[in-house]
């Protein structure tokens, strides 16, 4: 016979009360919170953060659908504040001019001018062409003219400096008419650098090329995105004009609207890929940060390949998705917002197929409340089987 006071049964006792304590202890292990400790967390006296809750229902979805925005002069990134005025044929440090000059009669710049001069060359009725090609403008921004001299043309476009020479030529020409172009022009250009298929430094023209005509031109994007595509809601375009830079994403940038610049000489624009990605964590069946891959992404895509919620420890009516939500003011801060869908709810997956992801979007799916007693269980389990066993053990050698 078993005494009461044995050392198995005085094992079995302490373990049970360790147990019993273990039982209302809120430190077992767990992925993360319930869907009640979730909800409890934005209620307004402990929830310091401001954070809203919202059902994924009909009126929600609604409300986070993307419209369309028809009118081209509604601007839909910081672009269009930098909108100005402003020439690309002006002539700066740096640019190369050809510069051709007619003269009548006796002619300065002629071929064999000042060789000879014959009865054809003091016909007054005979226009006679002279180039001076290849003429640099230096970083003072000046070219030297000659019987002209100095003349300072940067800043000015290539009509108001063939005037200046025109002006420098009276009285040692006869009747001069000059012609200056840009033969060459690194003043009147902007500069694509980053992942542009081809950058580099492009001429602008009198045409007046746009921010998306220079990305054409510089043939679009490269390279694919993890997830195999090459989409413009991956690129950031950083734009910087003067002292200012501004960041917008490509896909924001429509055609002829007012976010499409029309460019200036200077421009800078720099293609970066910034790979939209969401994190899926708690009793999930696969925890996981994912790009998007596509260029939009269902709430429901992601929750599958996530693998779904864990059948053995998931609460299903509790998938949330955590996100900072613009404010109504758009110089306000993001707000802290949380988004509970219950896919106990048929209607739930026609819904989720309507809610866009954002870009570092967390989707959590909650523990059942059923997990804290199941995993108590195998706590237990695991201390008393070892002790039980000794206990029988015992038993049984008392009993011999």
């Not at 402990?46 to 229902?57: E, L, Q, S, T």
């Not at 293609?271 to 996981?288: C, H, K, M, P």
Request: proline content about 6%.
């Amino acid at each position: 016979m078993v005494k009461s006071n044995s050392p198995a049964q005085r094992m079995v006792a302490l373990l049970t009360a360790s147990s019993l304590s273990l039982a209302g202890c809120a430190s077992l292990p767990s992925s993360g919170p319930t869907a009640k400790q979730v909800v409890r967390e934005t209620q307004p006296d402990i929830n310091a953060m401001g954070m809203r809750i919202f059902d994924v229902d009909a009126g929600t979805v609604a409300g986070l659908e993307a419209r369309p925005v028809e009118d081209p002069n509604t601007p839909l990134t910081p672009l269009a504040a930098l909108a100005r005025a402003g020439r690309v044929d002006v002539i700066g440090p740096g640019d190369t001019l050809q510069v051709s000059i007619f003269e009548v009669g006796a002619s300065l710049f002629a071929p064999g001018a000042g060789l000879q001069i014959s009865e054809s060359a003091m016909d007054t009725a005979a226009a006679r062409r002279g180039a001076v090609s290849g003429m640099a403008v230096d970083e003072e921004g000046t070219i030297s003219v000659p019987y002209v001299g100095r003349l300072v043309v940067a800043g000015k476009t290539p009509n108001e400096a063939a005037a200046m020479i025109e002006a420098g030529l009276k009285g040692k020409s006869q009747s001069p008419q000059v012609v200056v172009s840009l033969a060459q022009s690194r003043a009147s250009t902007v500069l694509v650098s980053g992942q542009a298929r081809n950058p580099g430094r492009y001429q602008l023209s009198g045409a007046r090329e746009t921010l998306l005509d220079i990305v054409a031109d510089a043939g679009g994007t490269t390279g694919a995105t993890a997830g195999g595509g090459d989409n413009p809601e991956d690129i950031l375009v950083r734009f910087t004009r003067g002292t200012t830079t501004v960041h917008a994403l490509l896909s924001d940038i429509r055609s002829h609207s007012v976010d499409d610049l029309v460019l200036l000489p200077r421009d800078r624009i720099e293609l970066i890929r910034q790979e939209r990605s969401y994190t899926v964590f708690g009793a999930a069946g696969r925890l996981d940060q994912r790009p998007f891959g596509a260029p939009s992404v269902s709430l429901a895509e992601a929750i599958a390949r996530a693998g779904g919620p864990a059948d053995n420890l998931a609460d299903p009516t509790a998938v949330f998705l955590f996100r900072y939500a613009p404010g109504q003011d758009p110089k306000s801060n993001p707000i802290p917002t949380i988004y509970r869908l219950n896919l106990m709810k048929p209607s739930s997956y026609f819904l989720a197929q309507r809610f866009a992801m954002r870009d570092k979007d967390v989707i959590y799916v909650a523990n059942a409340s059923a997990n804290s007693a199941a995993k108590l269980v195998q706590i237990i389990n695991l201390l008393f089987s070892p002790v039980t066993a000794a206990a029988v053990t015992v038993a049984t050698v008392n009993r011999k």
